[in-house]
Structures are given as C-alpha cells and as structure tokens.
C-alpha cells in the first residue's frame, strides 16, 4: 500500500514541536478501550504454572496505570529463560493478546522446562487510545536506554534487571499498520521538524533480526511456524521490506541498542520482533492473533532445543 498522508495538522513546517504542540497533540487523543478491562484483568486471571508480578505504575496527570507481568510461578535460574513483551506501541493490538493467548496456550505445557517472562501490554496509555507514541509524544520502542525518557521503557528496564543475565531469547511482538503511513509516519515527521517522505506497507508477516548480533536460525523457526498461520511478506521491487535489504524470506536487521528498540533491553543472545499485517485482505484478526502465538512458541521451541 502506498502512502495516503503527506502532511500533519501540527505544527509548522521545518521546526520541531515544543511543549505547545504537544499538548495539541494529546488534546486530540480520545479514550477508546480500557486498559483495566481489557488487558488488566485478563493479566490477573488466575493460569496454571505462571504468577502475576506488578513490576511499576506509570504516571499521566491523574491517570495511573498498574503494569503486571506473567513469570513462570517455578522459576529456576538455569533454565531455558523466554522473554515475550508486547504492545510497547500500545496501537498494535495483536501483540497484546498474542502475548496473552500465547500464556493460556502454551505456558502450562512447558512448567518445570523453561522460564517465561511476559509482559503482555508495556504500554497502557497507547492501548487505550490505540497510539504509537506515549502520553508525552515519545515512542516508547525507541527509548530503551539508560536515560530514557518513557516511563514504560524504564518500567520494563526494572523488571528486566531482576533477571539479568538469564534470558536465552527476547521476542517482540509488533504489527505495521496502515495507519502508520496514514497517521503515525506524519506525525513524527511533523513532530521532528522534518518532511514526511511516504512508504509502503509490507503485506504480510515479517520479522526484525538484531544488525549487531544477528540470530538467523530464531528468524527461519519463526518465519517457518507462522507461514502455517498466515503469508509472508514479500520483498519489494528493490528487495527491501519497509527500505531494509531483505536477508532472509521475510527477514530484515536493525541495531537494535543504538535504535533504543525493546528487544536490546534483555541481552539476551537470540532476540526476534515480530511484525504482522491485520490491514491485509488476506488475513483476519484472530490470524495476526495467532501468528503472534506460533512466533512465540516457536522461540520457546528454539531455546529448548539450542
């Protein structure tokens, strides 16, 4: 899909926003699901092998949202160790429920073989008002530092360090939406003073390997398990999905520590971020819900048999 928006409403032209914009900005965000029904409650039901774990509270004015992560309630240090997050961009709908589907599906069959650490909605504020950015206009998956400017990253960075050193693998879950040609890719660009260049969308399933320390074989299990659930994307006419050389059938790299992306933050040595399409006309909700749940399992699988 080629792009539908060349400009943004905010701001002037060449000049990156100040506080002004900003609260223009979140002025014209609106509440449109609720976190505490739809993600909170799910995460403190109850489910075999796995305990709840509050791991912070993040902090907007007079919103407040609790963030709890799911652990394997028999943890052992030694073990095969699975990092899962999901909705740092609170938008990307899919990732939250594939990071709890995959807790109800998958986490009983492996208690007493693996750890698992999921943290199924980092960012609560973007999944009520189905954002990209934070409450403060920052993207949280470009903030994983030490200085970082979001609180959801700095939550999860906390959390994280509890278990330094233990994690085999870290997998992401993501979608590429229409809406960041149409919304999300004009907004930074306004946001940043610069001019929006538009895209395209991929259509289909693809994954984001580490630039600095790739792991090929975690990006074929992937690919392989989710091409039974739903399409791969295809390379463009230049080879690239999304301007990024394709290195593998539905694989490209980025650095992932300088990028202050989410899956640099477990140093682990297998990290994967998965990206589905839900736009497509060849694929459905429950299949990009799906696809998240088969790329998870499959980097489970992955560290079991490393």
């Given amino acids: 899909m080629t792009a539908l928006a060349s400009s943004y409403p905010l701001g002037s032209p060449g000049q990156p926003w100040g506080p002004a914009e900003i609260h223009a900005w979140r002025t014209r965000q609106r509440r449109q699901r609720s976190y505490a029904e739809d993600v909170l409650r799910e995460v403190l039901r109850p489910r075999a092998g796995l305990a709840c774990l509050p791991y912070g509270e993040l902090v907007y004015g007079q919103d407040r949202y609790p963030v709890h992560a799911l652990a394997s309630s028999d943890w052992q240090a030694g073990r095969p160790t699975l990092l899962v997050t999901g909705g740092v961009h609170g938008y990307e709908t899919s990732g939250v429920l594939g990071a709890l589907a995959f807790a109800d599906a998958h986490a009983p069959r ?80 306004a946001r940043d003073g610069k001019a929006f260049e538009p895209g395209t969308i991929p259509d289909g399933f693809y994954v984001v390997d580490d630039t600095e320390a790739p792991c090929p074989a975690l990006q ?56 589905v399409y839900p736009d497509s006309a060849r694929t459905t909700p429950a299949e990009c819900v799906a696809a998240q749940v088969a790329a998870a399992n499959a980097a489970l699988e992955f560290i079991l048999a490393a």
């Fill in 220 to 275: 074929r299990a992937v690919i392989e398990a989710v091409s039974r659930v739903t399409h791969i994307a295809p390379a463009d006419d230049k080879g690239e999905i999304i301007g990024c050389p394709v290195v593998a059938p539905g694989v490209i790299r980025y650095p992932l520590r300088a990028w202050g992306l989410c899956t640099s933050v477990s140093a682990a040595r297998a990290t994967c971020t998965t990206e």
């Fill in 110 to 189: 492996y208690a007493g073989r693996a750890n698992l650490l999921i943290a199924p909605c980092v960012s609560p504020w973007g999944w009520e008002h189905v954002q990209r950015w934070n409450h403060d206009a920052v993207d949280p998956n470009r903030s994983f530092r030490a200085d970082s400017p979001a609180q959801e990253a700095r939550a999860l960075q906390a959390l994280v360090a509890r278990y330094a050193g233990q994690f085999s693998a870290h997998i992401d879950l993501h979608e590429t939406t229409d809406s960041d040609e149409t919304e999300f890719r004009p907004a930074l660009a």
